[in-house]
């Protein structure tokens, strides 16, 4: 059986600091993934999730183990992301493909899925409809945005958003809610039958 986050914790505050890589092993992807999607840059992307990892082992000790080590490692990389967005006024494209487990560090993105037989034009009209998306994703504010990645995209309940973004599971749902509305807004008049 594998070990939890907090044991691993554990091990490396009682001296075994090596095992702090299996941390990162098992976290790297969705923070590199998160960072990339609030900066739309690959390489701020790495450094914001290689300094988000460093500050981690650095405050390992106040770690508060009742929380979800996931939840903390967000939040870390969130504070990070935004410091680096107001000081660089970054606010890009985000593509929506999360990195494929079986691409091993590989920067490939997982392929949407395309119908059998689906003609060319329909192709297109979903390219089409993706790209108006990301933009769309792209053009939210901050806090609308982060909620609905950490909701929609990277899959976590309300209640580790909640924790880790330091607000209600209700501004939680509300955020997610105002994102999705806008979304709508904005796209429903060129895709009718996707967003109405």
Same mark, same amino acid.
């Given at each position: 059986m594998d070990e939890t986050d907090t044991e691993i914790v554990d091990r490396v505050l009682s001296g075994e600091t090596d095992a702090f890589e299996q941390l990162v092993n098992r976290h790297q992807r969705l923070l590199y993934d998160l960072s990339f999607r609030l900066t739309g840059d690959a390489a701020e992307a790495e450094d914001i999730a290689q300094a988000a990892f460093i500050k981690m082992f650095s405050n390992l000790s106040s770690y508060k183990k009742e929380l979800a080590f996931k939840n903390w490692a967000y939040t870390i990389t969130l504070n990070i992301a935004r410091n680096r967005l107001k000081r660089k006024a970054l606010l890009r494209f985000l593509p929506l493909g999360i990195f494929s487990p079986a691409n091993d560090g590989e920067d490939a993105r997982v392929q949407e899925p395309v119908e059998?037989?689906?003609? $060319?034009? *329909? &192709?297109?009209?979903?390219?089409?409809?993706?790209?108006? /998306?990301?933009?769309?994703?792209?053009?939210?504010?901050?806090?609308?945005?982060?909620?609905?990645?950490?909701? #929609?995209? #990277? =899959?976590? $309940?309300? =209640?580790?958003?909640?924790?880790?973004?330091?607000?209600? $599971?209700?501004?939680?749902?509300? &955020?997610?809610?105002?994102? &999705?509305?806008? /979304? *709508?807004?904005? /796209?429903g008049p060129k895709y009718p039958e996707q967003f109405n």
């Open positions: 059998a037989g689906s003609s $060319p034009d *329909a &192709r297109l009209a979903a390219k089409d409809m993706r790209s108006s /998306l990301e933009s769309a994703i792209s053009a939210l504010p901050e806090e609308l945005k982060t909620s609905f990645v950490l909701y #929609h995209l #990277h =899959k976590n $309940p309300v =209640k580790d958003i909640s924790e880790t973004l330091g607000i209600s $599971p209700n501004a939680v749902n509300i &955020r997610v809610f105002k994102a &999705r509305e806008r /979304l *709508a807004k904005e /796209l």
